[in-house]
T-cell receptor
């Protein structure tokens, strides 16, 4: 089946530094990827929709300059958390639509801890 | 706008007892509906999906769900719970294929001996 590989699985960084999270579609081309954020014991909240070759579409309330999304190829989308602060600590998950079955495949998630 | 309601934040069941996790949706257009399972610190695994074909959908691990348009519901059921079913379950809706998913708040299934 279709697989989305997400790295790293977990990362600890210092306040003020930037962290990059990668999502790769391994056996299909993903023109669109979705980035979610999940706080402990809460649901997934869509942050942005990443489109290959164009600017990402951000959900209301998500800071574009803080959460930089790049989708430069059909198999890779990246999320960079810039100038991270402890409140950015969360579980970040990417997802891609797998046509033509209209299913969504999720990465394994990245646990970000900012200290 | 689309939305999903999972009224039960937690559902306890005994092992081998039947399971029902409730999901209601709201949308002004035709929808696709999904159930996902999440184990701690992991991504989401698709259990089953409804995409306007058969209203009774069978998924993996013995789960199934029935789409009831008149009740705007898509409840997840399983005849007999196993300990390995203990996890967080999310119902999600999208307005057509390829569009963004909106998730419910999740239901934690607890399986007891």
């Amino acid at each position: 089946g279709a697989v989305v590989s997400q790295h790293p699985s977990w990362v600890i960084c210092k306040s003020g530094t930037s962290v990059k999270i990668e999502c790769r579609s391994l056996d299909f081309q993903a023109t669109t990827m979705f980035w979610y954020r999940q706080f402990p014991k809460q649901s997934l909240m869509l942050m942005a929709t990443s489109n290959e070759g164009s600017k990402a579409t951000y959900e209301q309330g998500v800071e574009k300059d803080k959460f930089l999304i790049n989708h430069a190829s059909l198999t890779l989308s990246t999320l960079t958390v810039t100038s991270a602060h402890p409140e950015d600590s969360s579980f970040y998950i990417c997802s891609a639509n797998v046509p033509p079955q209209d299913g969504y495949t999720f990465g394994s998630g990245t646990r970000l801890t900012v200290v | 706008a689309q939305s999903v309601t999972q009224l039960d934040s937690q559902v306890p069941v005994f092992e081998e007892a039947p399971v029902e996790l409730r999901c209601n949706y709201s949308s002004s257009v035709s929808v696709y509906l999904f159930w996902y399972v999440q184990y701690p610190n992991q991504g989401l695994q698709l259990l089953l999906k409804y995409t306007s074909a058969a209203t009774l959908v069978k998924g993996i691990n013995g789960f199934e769900a029935e789409f009831k348009k008149s009740e705007t519901s898509f409840h997840l059921t399983k005849p007999s719970a196993h300990m390995s079913d203990a996890a967080e379950y999310f119902c999600a809706v999208s307005e057509g294929g390829g569009n963004k998913l909106t998730f419910g708040t999740g239901t934690q299934l607890k399986v007891e001996l």
